[in-house]
C-alpha cells in the first residue's frame, strides 16, 4: 500500500499564502498521479489539482481561479500545494491521495488511497 502525510496546514490570515506537503512512500510513482482535495463541513470532498508523478503535468480543474499551484519533488517524493491569497473560504481539510492511470483525475472516485488530512483555518 501507498502511505500519504499530510503537512503544513494552519492558521493564516486572510491574503496570506501557505505551502502544503504530501510525503509520498509505499510504491513506486510509475502510472501513479498524486491529487489534493479539500472538504469543508456537510460538503463534498472537491478536487482542486493533481500531478502525473512520471512526466510532472499538472492537471487543474476549470473551476480553480489560479490561486494554487501544485508541483513535485522527485528526491524527497514529495507533492507540494502552493496557496496564495488565501480567503475564508478556503477553510477546509486538505487531503492528498493518490491513484493509478489511466484515471479521472478530477473524481475522487479514481483514487485508491487517502492521507489524514491537514487542517487549513484563514481568519479574517
Known amino acids: 500500500q501507498v502511505h500519504l502525510e499530510e503537512s503544513g496546514g494552519g492558521l493564516v490570515q486572510a491574503g496570506g499564502s501557505l505551502r502544503l506537503s504530501c510525503a509520498a512512500s509505499g510504491r513506486t510513482f510509475n502510472n501513479t498521479a498524486i491529487g489534493w482535495f479539500r472538504q469543508a463541513p456537510g460538503r463534498e470532498r472537491e478536487f482542486l489539482a493533481a500531478?502525473?508523478?512520471?512526466?510532472?503535468?499538472?492537471v487543474y480543474p476549470s473551476s480553480r481561479k489560479g490561486r494554487f499551484t501544485i508541483s513535485r519533488d522527485n528526491a524527497k517524493n514529495t507533492v507540494y500545494l502552493q496557496m496564495n491569497s488565501l480567503n475564508v473560504e478556503d477553510t477546509a481539510v486538505y487531503f492528498c491521495?493518490?491513484?493509478?492511470?489511466?484515471?479521472?483525475?478530477?473524481?475522487?472516485?479514481?483514487?485508491?488511497?487517502w492521507g489524514q488530512g491537514t487542517q487549513v483555518t484563514v481568519s479574517s
Open positions: 491521495a493518490a491513484a493509478e492511470l489511466p484515471a479521472t483525475l478530477s473524481s475522487r472516485n479514481a483514487y485508491n488511497y
Open positions: 500531478i502525473i508523478w512520471s512526466t510532472g503535468v499538472p
